[in-house]
């Protein structure tokens, strides 16, 4: 048994935990920005796969994943705008439009995978991922568990844990973080002292694509080599569940999202050891069990915010 | 100390008329302000007043008329270019983020920045110089929901001025105040007065006008109806002029019976709010049959917390709720109101009705599931109607018929509906939560009638309300509520408003020494 | 007792309507279609009724309110295929051509695949419009779904019972099955507040993930068969009546799946409109606290509305079992949830606005794959036409827009045309 443990619990496994926990962080914090806003946001699945298809189209064409990045990007936030257009300016209901979005986003893959490729299921392979770029941080790598996990890994990674903190410190001392925090609590009051509400969901919801459209191109040009039909494989539920278990924070956001890399880790590490003989499937819905597990144990720990997935119209509160 | 007429005009609006799809709100509305000056704005509700001010802060965009501040017309496209204008408004409604310390609540909107980046103890130091330069005390880093709802407007007032506003817009600023508060916003107001800001206040009150304003224009169904001088009318030719007609505002108050036979009552009674904070901390109260206990007290004593544990919302921590001699506290909602206890809740669009349902349908809530409206689980709409058309006729509901949409109602024919609903029941116990809150005076009289009618069937009334004026019109006896307990029980006759103002403040009694 | 001569028309005319209607359904499912002029015949009786019964006047805004309210689908439907037209022609397919396959294979060529389409579609939209009445979004219908297949092929491998009693036990038992996956769900909901979006979404990635194994337990190797790999097949006698065995003509694989989705709908409608569960279901929805303060149980009434919507999704899974694939799949990547939604949202959760918009998902699904096959346009282009319309029927405020500038510039004709007629 100990041995099963020791063999369970290397290094590996916790730079495994911190890779696979980027995707769900970066999504995740794209939901804090916009819940925190007060928008209800269930379209980051959508966005995500958008930004992870573009992400490898980009990377194909050009041979350089850094210039798929930008593309993932650029295409997740243009995919989000069309979102902030229906639940800002036309007022639809969020999770509605959400859902919506996410169906468009599984066509428009589709679609694009037959024009750009041909064909279906998988999208041609970069020549080179984001991986390549792997870099260990002196000496702070060199600390035992703690050094691989955290500070031997690839651009991205490091990208999504200086994230983590920068928002915590836009929340906690910024004009941004502050407009956020009102626009989400109690519009009207941000609306009221001259500062737009519909521009600050809107630049809301443009920063949430932005952060899924690294989610993406994380999923298809760093994790992998090209993109995949439905690979969110529900990242973006995962990631609203983490934004709920981690109290609408994002360092604590970023410890709910390590919770699911771990989990994801772990089974990934329990099946390729082979010392259980039990079928893979078992394993693969550890993430899923974990997020209902999560929930039901946090959600009642903290407040959302109060006017999170409420339209806000100006002249439609008056008589 | 009213302005000369030489003072500058600062404000002024020429033929405001703001348009809603079939509703004409404003109607060709012209006034003046001017620099110093204190002005206000009477109506009943939905007279248009919060329209009126709505416009004048760039909240809506009227349809036709101009605004003119320093003699030139200006164009307000959002509040933003209001407040660059030196306007300032305090809503009746806070506008201020609950989470947000005082400071931020200041600040939001024109934060000192430097790269994005909120300089906090600068903001901190203008917040400490300006509530001391005004006299408005109030601590920088407390959160905003830990205060109280007087504090909460001082930080209202201050996020004006530290716009540097020189015309401060209050709409019905008194609504939520104790009387010893609206004292000393008073004083606040006038100092800002002598200092030269411009003030307009909006409200239905007529004891407010007098007491402060310079001049006063009243507002009816929409239109300026009159303008004078506030020293040169009184008090009952301002109500006529609001309401069009002479209003008799004291209600005949049948006498209380001797020795009222007592059948609800509260026996230490302790909640927690849904924070998690106590908020009825050992409340002990009775009524009796023919009899109403009025609860005085400010919003956010305990009065939520007491509506919903009668109501059976919510459970207490420990105590007793005894109805006909039986503990109800465990009970459903449901087995309560078999049992013949009765709920007319505050808010009606929030916990009375359901909007987007027709009147009949508002009417069967809570007994949809018997007979006659249903039989074994199936609805019959015929009965449904029925029921409808005659509680319409018994409570004056004026509606395009029984399957018109509530939300397209009225406040006072919404109001009727949950009257009707409750009443019809033939309640031993009714508590009823601030009864008239948004209904013009002829709703208000309407509401009044019908619950000394239900007195004087012998149901015993519990009335939660922060009018004073209506406690004393309608109540037997009065408690306040103050912290979560009961500081004060008084018959009415015995008391009066200072005293009870008294103890909504500071939850005790200091003789005055004069 | 005598009956008046208007009212004895009216009953001949309400009866003659039906008589009609009802085999001139049938007819058309099962591709006879001049089963259309029954069809129009039984419409035009149903209209003279309602004209008997509330005169000319009333007919007549009835009438006008009934098309106003066909504007917008038509023309969100119609903007749709034309933004999807442009797509294609940017990315180089020929759109007149592929429309026209699509529509002759969605609608006469392959119209029996049309229905078979839309019949688990019909449940799924039922499943989520009845969620939605309640104010609940129960996006994880894919999950029920794959539950109902599960339990209808469990409960089918090697039934020796009658198909008179197996099939409505397997029915129940599907059903049931779809209620138990939402009832972690609903006491997150009830106890903690927890999001259903979230919570029915991850039970549906559960069910999906794990079900390979059911498979494979019953028939199904990964070695042996090519992908997707099945089940065994399912005892024949479970297997739903088919259409041909009354109409010869009718499609040898469409069943009469469909018929039962019909009934579904309207039972429930009748559910939701005419009973006290669904009066409370209803009011939940529109006001939770309002129905509280009024003695409802919010939290019976949540678990009601998440498992009779858990039901119809299973139920969904269990019709296509037993009456087209008479086994499971691996990885069938239905998308029977999420279309289920679209189709909720856009028959606005009307249960039978619900029949025709899964048509309509139906005809654009076979229409689609045939477009594929003979135009070689992506068949996907449809699911960016399907997103599309749902997002121009929500948009309703730009059909607002549209129409108060449209009317402006109407009523600017008109007063022209009056001066013009008046000069």
Known sequence: MIDFFAALLTPQLFEATVRLATPVTFAALAAVVCERSGVTNIAMEGVMLVGAFFAAWV??????????LLGGIAASALFSLLFAWAVVSLHINHVVTGAIMNILAFGLTRYLMMVFYGRQGTSEAVAKTLHHYKFAIPLLSDIPYVGPAFFNQTPLVYLSIISVFAWAWIFKRTRLGLSLIASGEHPMALETLGRSVYRVRYLAILISGVLCGFAGAFLSIENSNSFTEGMTNGRGFIALAANIAGGWRPVGVFIASLFFGFVDALQMRVQSLGIVKIPSEIFIVFPYVATIVAIAGLVRKSRPPAAVGKDFNIEGDGE | MPKSDESPLVLETRGITKRFDHIIANNNISIKLRKGEIIAVLGENGAGKSTLMNILFGLYKPTSGSILIDGLPVSFDSPRDAIAKGLGMVHQHFMLVPTLTVTQNIVLGKEPVRLGHVLYKRARRSVVELSKRYGLTVNPDARLEDLSVGLQQRVEILKALYRNARVLILDEPTAVLTPGEVEELFAVLRNLAADGTSIIIITHKLEEVKALSDRVYILRRG?????????????AELANFMVGRDVVLAVERPAPRPKPEPIFSLESLFVHSSRGLPALKGVDLAVGRGEILGIAGVEGNGQKELCEVIAGLITPDSGKILFKGEDVSRWSVRRRMDAGMGYVPQDRRVSGLVLPFSVEENLALGRSDRPPLSRHGFMKFAALRAQALQLMENYDIRTSGPEARVSTLSGGNQQKIILAREFSRNPDFLLISQPTRGLDVGAIEYVYRRILELKERGVAILLISMELEELFALADRIAVLHGGQVVFESPTATTNEAQIGEYMIRGRYERSIS | MSVSAPRRIRMVLKALSLILAVPGVLLYLASYFWGAWLLLCAIALYAADRFLAVGSAVFGS??????????????????????GAVIMAITGYNPISSYGALFYGGLVRNWHISVLNATPLIFTGLAIAFAFQGGFFNIGAEGQYYIGVIAATWMGLGSTLPGIIAIPAIFAVAAIAGAALNAIPIILKVKTGAHEVVTTMMFAYVVRTLSPMFIRAHGGDPALTSHPYTTDLISESVWLPMFKDFLPGANYRLHIGVLLAIGAAFLVRFILMKTDLGYKIRAVGHNPVAAMTQGISVARITAASL?????????AG??????????????????YGWNGISIALLARNNPIGIIFTSLLWGVLDAGGQYMARTTQTPNAIIEIVKGIILFLML?????????????????????????????
């Open chain 1, 59 to 68: 990377g194909w064409i050009s041979g350089n994943p850094w210039l798929g």
């Open chain 2, 223 to 235: 239109e300026l109806v009159g303008e004078c001088r506030t020293a040169s009318a009184s008090a």
């Open chain 3, 62 to 83: 009835e009438a006008r309110k009934l098309l106003s309210r066909a504007i917008v689908p038509v023309a969100g439907i119609g903007s749709a295929l034309l933004i």
């Open chain 3, 307 to 315: 498992f009779i919507s858990g039901s119809l999704a299973a139920i």
């Open chain 3, 318 to 335: 269990a019709t296509q079992v037993l009456g087209l694939d008479h086994r499971m799949f691996q990885d069938l990547n239905a998308g």
């Open chain 3, 395 to 423: 948009a309703e405020v730009i059909y607002k827009r549209a129409g108060s500038v449209f009317g402006r510039w109407a009523g600017r004709f008109k007063t022209a045309a009056r001066k013009g007629a008046g000069a």
